[in-house]
């Protein structure tokens, strides 16, 4: 059973970190670039990184660039989204999602959501004081 679960949300005031993590089962995420996404309420799901199969390839979108790192364990097929610096606006419903590539690609896009074949449930992240 392929499933993609995500943890580490929670509340955090601004200026806070959290760590998301996207353990993912059922198929080998190695073949697999992940994309991180959120929706934030009343707003449409927007990607905010991604990281190609091998690793090597990383991407951002402007509003979390210098302040979020994502990483993967491929050994443990897990990816982390190191968030820091949170602001009220980073909150949103966190979504991970895998997207078929090849071994050892390096090249991830998060454009596309309907490439992305397997997601999971979410988790949330509130940023309050």
């Known amino acids: 059973q392929v499933q993609l679960v995500e943890s580490g949300g929670g509340l955090v005031q601004p200026g806070g970190s959290l760590r998301l993590s996207c353990a993912a089962s059922g198929f080998t995420s190695s073949y697999y670039a992940i994309g991180w996404f959120r929706q934030a309420p009343g707003k449409e799901r927007e990607g905010i990184s991604c990281i190609s199969s091998s690793g090597r390839g990383t991407y951002y979108v402007d509003s979390v660039k210098g302040r979020f790192t994502i990483s993967r364990d491929n050994a443990k097929n897990t990816v982390y989204l190191q968030m820091n610096s949170l602001k009220p606006e980073d909150a949103a419903v966190y979504y991970c999602?895998?997207?078929?590539?090849?071994?050892?690609?390096?090249?991830?896009?998060?454009?596309?959501?309907?490439?992305?074949?397997?997601w999971g449930q979410g988790t949330q992240v509130t940023v309050s004081s």
């Open positions: 999602a895998a997207h078929r590539t090849r071994l050892g690609d390096t090249y991830c896009t998060i454009s596309f959501e309907n490439e992305y074949d397997y």
